[in-house]
């Protein structure tokens, strides 16, 4: 596929390493419209979760509860947090844009 340059592309990635010593990617694509998360756990690449988002940024973090991704998609002007906690799927945070 050729690229575009009509559609702003962007990517974000976050890592880990589990407690077994694998390593685990999230990369966020997103193509002006579409962000999708791609996973590597250690086989192979497959499709996560996706939202609507033109602009993306994200982290993640390991506690005494286990791993906490955060994703900020911003769309038509407005940026919203995605959460994914332990125990959870993904659900919008509490973060807005000032």
Request: aromatic share 14%; charged share 15%; glycine share 10%.
């Amino acid at each position: 596929m050729a690229d575009n340059p009509d559609f702003p592309v962007g990517t974000a990635a976050v890592n880990w390493v589990d407690s077994g010593g694998a390593v685990h990617l999230r990369v966020y694509s997103c193509d002006g419209y579409t962000i999708t998360e791609r996973c590597w756990d250690g086989q192979s690449w497959v499709n996560g979760f996706t939202c609507p988002g033109s602009q993306v940024s994200a982290t993640a973090w390991q506690d005494n509860a286990g791993l906490h991704l955060r994703v900020y998609a911003t769309f038509q002007d407005n940026t919203t947090e995605w959460c994914f906690d332990p125990g959870s799927n993904w659900q919008v945070g509490q973060y807005s844009k000032p």
